[in-house]
Structure formats: structure tokens, C-alpha cells
């Protein structure tokens, strides 16, 4: 195919806020979904309900700056973090603190708004769970139902926290660590049963503790989130909701996070975690497998998104643009967030996904200078016959390799009322591929991960060559390597590459010759950076006495920025 595309940049608005970094003494945590507007909903179920997608998408209040705009933040937040997503410079740059590691102490704005925003939504999740009981009347099906999506949007909530406030080993942090003697433990279990008297004395959960908590989540998710197709068909089709497949996805990452110790060897059979793991004689990996192998089975009707999904291509085989459904499209995603004209984020204009994530627009952050790329080391790494590689403009000089994989809603660059009413993944089809190919590598087979992911490749990612993909090395480090780094290139914007990095405790380098990081990010880290072991808020520790002196140390500041000699 040829490439004959023409790129272009949106209008920076007139006007946009700074961004700052500053000390608070108290927060009150909001909720886009108050329990007043839950608890005065005329359908109180299915009004609960239809709050957990609602959840998603909310605008905090004036307290917060234009970085919060719920989960699509938390997904910006953890890209970020890595070293896939340079962000260019700009004074509009909401999200600077986290990419120059400033304000990620306990007493700041930026962690306080990432610890409310989780906890709030898991209470908007026990609060369906304590009024969801009757499984008997009319509506058994629906609060049925209802109790399945609370359960998985639950464990999807703990098992991000799980895996952003776990303390891994980080150099610059570990003495300070061992003497808070925090490795290993997460965050704070609050349950639909759990009294405000509990919340005053409420340590951090240990890995083992919070395994088990999710992974009992996942077991009630399961047994109930089929009654929400019994319930009504278009709950049954509403893919805002979790069901089978995307239950059996966040099994597979909560197995794989269950994978790796410290020094990255499997831990299933070495602590006990999960007992009927062990007793089958499988290991974590084994088993984030087996989960990521059902999800591809029960999604059957799903298949990995093809490049006509994205590119515009004429009768001479050339690509003239981008469709109106490149990963916008809830339809495309095994799980996904819908943006409305109605919610509070759309109508502000510029506080949303698309704001910060669709350059193109004439409107919003990403078109007014903080523009998303990727890595300039990393997009080599990409399949030369990728046809992903379209999605990001390498021939720009001024924001190498620039992305406009998520198109705004009905290819609308201008309107910001439907531009922004776009959706955008929480889970993919795709990534039960990748975690089947590294899994496998882990407790298997280099050799037949390796055959495994090449054929993934070559089936839905070639389209510009007639090579097929290869992964150069044969040994297990060189066929994991290859397969994260390719998950990377796949689901760059999507939040997941902070995981695999925290997870695999990889070095994370913007500092080089060539790089496309701004001077003030450009930080090389001695495995895991420091900064991806989240510190718990002040607030917190004002009212739950477990948590006193059991932090994660404060990692800003404690890296030096590379400077070319």
C-alpha cells in the first residue's frame, strides 16, 4: 500500500489554565455520580446501575484542574509515567507534574485527585451492592445483574490500585522502604460491608490479601453478570457493562500481576495465593493463559481490529486518511467507556479524552500543544509491515511521531459537542493475545510463544510488507522482550504499558541521543522507576491510623535529568 496521507493539527484555543502543583491540607472527595442523585433515582437498580459506566467519564469539581476528567485520566496518568508517551512542551500541560516527577508526595494535589477518584468509584460500587440484595422479586434478573457489573467494575478499580500502590523494589526509594517496611502491600480493602468505624483502623492490604479479595470479585462477577442479558437485551448489548468475556479478561491480568515477584519469578505455588491453582499445579502464569484463552472463546463474535477500521485507502491502494471509527467505536472494544453530549466532561469542551488524546481537533489540550507521541526508540521497534505505523505521523519534525490513533467521534474536528462524544478501550480483544504469548513464554515454551505471537502478528497486524514478522532471538528473555514491546506499540494511549514495566521491572529511558522527551522529563531509571509505586494521600492518613508510617516513600525529585555531553 502506498502512503499518501495528509495530516493536520487542530486551532489552539485562545486561552487555556496552567497547569500547577499544589500543597493541600484536606480534600473533600467528589463523585460524578453522588449518592443523593443515586439514592433519588426513580429506578434505584438500574439507576445504580447505569452509574458505574457513568462513573467513567466525570469532571471533578473546581478543587481539580483539567486533568480530571476520570478514568481516560487514570490510563494518561500511567502512559506518562512510562517512557512511551512523550508529551510536547507546552504551558497548557496539565499533566507536566507527572512527567518532570514533581508534587507525588502525600501532601499534593495531583495523588489526592488519583486516590479519590479510585476510591469514590469503588463506592459508587458498594453502594450498589448494599441496595442490590433482593435476588428474589420481579426484578431478580436486573439486580442480579446489577450485583455482576458492580463485582467486576470493583475488581477492575482494586486490581489498578493494586498494581499502581503496590510497593516493587526502586533504587532510588529502597532504603527508605525497608525501613517503612511497606514491600508488597497495596491499599486499604473498603467493602459494601465495611463500617466507618473499620476505615479509622484499615491497613494496606499484602499482594496475597488483595489476590484473594479480587479474585473473589472476579468469582461473583462471573456467577452473575450473565442476568444482565437475561435482564434486557440492550443491557445484554451495552458493552459500557463487563460481561463474560471481559470478566475472563481481567482474570488473565490479574493473574499475570499475580505472576512476578520482585525478581520476577512466578509465585502462585511459592505462596499459596490461590489454593485451587496450586493444587491443579498451575502457576499464575498458567493460569492468565487459560483466562486470556476463554475471553478469546467467549468473544467469539470479536476479532482484533483491522486496518480498515482505521485507514481510508482508494482504488490505487493508497491511504488517504483516517475513518470515522478508528478507535472511537464502542462496538470495536471487548469493554469500553462512552463519552455522551450530556456528560459534564463533553460539555465542558476541553476537560475529556478527546481533548487530550485527538490532536487534530481545532479545539482542546492535544490541538494547543501538549501533543501525545510515541517514543522515537520505541516506534522503531514497530513491524516494519505494521499498519498501525499510519497512526502516527514520524515525518513531523517539530512532534516526532505525533498520534492520531483516536480519531474524535464521527471524524468531527470541529464541534466539539460531537468530536468529544466519542468512546474509547478499557479492555481489547488484542491484549488476551499478548498475555497469551508472554504467559506462555513465562511457564512454557519460548519456543511456541514465539510461534504463537508471530502468527497474531502476521494474521491482523501485517499490511505494509510482504515480510513476515519475526522475533529475532529464540531464548525466553528475547521472545518476552519482543512481545511486551510490541503490547507497548499496541496499546500506546490505552494505560496498560505502566503495568508490564512496573510488573517486569524494566528501565524506563527518555534520556538519549534522538530522544523526542522534553529536557525536564528526561529521566533514565536503574529498573522500575520509583514514581510507579504511588504514594497514599495525607488525607488518608488523617483518618486511618493503620496507615501511618506505611507509605510508599515520596519519589519526586530523586531522579537527575539527562543531558546530552
Not at 508529551?87 to 502525600?106: K, P, T, V
Not at 498494581?163 to 467493602?191: F, Q, S, W
Not at 443491557?235 to 491480568?253: D, I, K, M, S, W
Not at 519460548?446 to 510488507?465: C, D, I, P, Q
Amino acid at each position: 500500500m502506498k502512503r499518501n496521507i495528509k495530516l493536520f493539527m487542530g486551532v489552539a484555543l485562545a486561552s487555556l489554565s496552567l497547569a500547577t502543583t499544589s500543597c493541600i491540607d484536606e480534600t473533600e472527595p467528589t463523585s460524578g455520580a453522588t449518592q443523593n442523585q443515586i439514592d433519588q433515582s426513580k429506578n434505584t437498580v438500574s439507576g445504580m446501575l447505569m452509574a458505574l459506566p457513568k462513573r467513567l467519564n466525570v469532571m471533578e469539581g473546581d478543587t481539580y484542574q483539567h486533568y480530571a476528567f476520570g478514568y481516560g485520566a487514570m490510563m494518561h496518568v500511567r502512559d506518562i509515567e512510562t517512557g512511551d508517551m512523550p508529551i510536547a512542551f507546552s504551558d497548557y500541560d496539565q499533566f507536566m507534574g507527572w512527567e518532570r516527577n514533581l508534587g507525588q508526595g502525600d501532601a499534593y494535589m495531583m495523588p489526592q485527585y488519583l486516590w479519590n477518584y479510585y476510591y469514590q468509584s469503588v463506592l459508587t460500587c458498594n453502594k450498589l451492592l448494599a441496595s442490590a440484595t433482593d435476588v428474589t422479586g420481579s426484578d431478580s434478573l436486573l439486580v442480579k445483574g446489577a450485583r455482576g457489573a458492580a463485582y467486576a467494575f470493583r475488581a477492575m478499580y482494586y486490581l489498578d490500585m493494586a498494581r499502581c500502590y503496590e510497593y516493587l523494589p526502586a533504587d532510588v526509594t529502597e532504603a527508605e522502604a525497608k525501613a517503612n517496611g511497606v514491600e508488597g502491600l497495596t491499599v486499604p480493602i473498603v467493602t459494601d460491608t465495611t463500617t466507618q468505624q473499620d476505615t479509622k483502623n484499615n491497613p494496606r492490604a499484602t499482594h496475597k490479601q488483595m489476590f484473594a479479595f479480587i479474585k473473589n470479585d472476579l468469582d461473583s462477577a462471573l456467577t452473575y453478570v450473565p442476568y444482565l442479558a437475561k435482564a434486557s437485551e440492550s443491557l445484554g448489548a451495552n458493552r459500557t457493562l463487563p460481561h463474560e468475556a471481559a470478566v475472563y479478561g481481567l482474570y488473565a491480568r490479574l493473574y499475570m500481576w499475580d505472576g512476578a515477584n520482585p525478581d520476577g519469578s512466578d509465585k502462585a505455588a511459592a505462596d499459596g495465593s490461590d489454593p485451587a491453582a496450586v493444587a491443579a499445579g498451575k502457576t499464575s502464569y498458567r493460569m492468565a493463559y487459560d483466562y486470556a484463552n476463554t475471553a478469546i472463546k467467549a468473544a467469539s463474535s470479536d476479532a482484533p481490529m483491522s486496518y480498515s477500521d482505521c485507514l481510508e485507502v482508494n482504488s490505487s491502494g493508497e491511504i488517504t486518511g483516517y475513518t470515522k471509527t478508528c478507535f472511537n467505536t464502542l462496538s470495536k472494544f471487548l469493554w469500553g467507556a462512552q463519552q455522551t453530549d450530556q456528560d459534564a466532561t463533553v460539555t465542558s469542551g476541553i476537560v475529556n479524552w478527546t481533548s487530550w488524546m485527538s490532536p487534530q481537533c481545532s479545539f482542546g489540550y492535544a490541538g494547543a500543544g501538549p501533543v501525545p507521541m510515541m517514543d522515537n526508540n520505541l516506534f522503531k521497534e514497530m513491524y516494519a509491515g505494521n499498519w498501525m505505523q499510519v497512526l502516527f505521523d514520524s515525518d513531523n519534525k517539530l512532534t516526532p511521531n505525533v498520534g492520531y490513533k483516536f480519531q474524535p467521534n464521527e471524524g468531527n474536528y470541529t464541534n466539539y459537542k460531537v468530536a468529544c462524544a466519542s468512546a474509547y478501550p478499557l479492555m481489547r480483544i488484542e491484549e488476551m493475545y499478548f498475555i497469551q504469548a508472554e504467559a506462555l513464554a513465562h511457564y512454557g515454551s519460548a519456543k511456541n510463544a514465539k510461534t504463537l505471537f508471530e502468527g497474531f502478528m502476521n494474521n491482523y497486524r501485517s499490511g505494509f510488507s510482504k515480510d513476515k514478522y519475526k522475533i529475532s532471538g529464540s531464548d525466553k528473555e528475547d521472545v518476552i522482550k519482543a512481545i511486551v514491546n510490541q503490547k507497548r506499540i499496541e496499546f500506546w494511549g490505552e494505560g496498560i504499558s505502566f503495568f508490564d514495566i512496573k510488573r517486569l521491572n524494566w528501565s524506563v529511558t527518555r534520556g538519549y541521543s534522538g530522544t523526542n522527551f522534553k529536557a525536564t522529563t528526561r529521566f533514565n531509571t536503574k529498573g522500575r522507576p520509583a514514581w510507579m509505586n504511588w504514594c497514599i494521600v495525607r488525607t488518608e492518613q488523617n483518618n486511618n491510623a493503620a496507615i501511618v508510617g506505611k507509605n510508599n516513600p515520596d519519589p519526586s525529585s530523586k531522579y537527575t535529568e539527562w543531558t546530552e555531553e
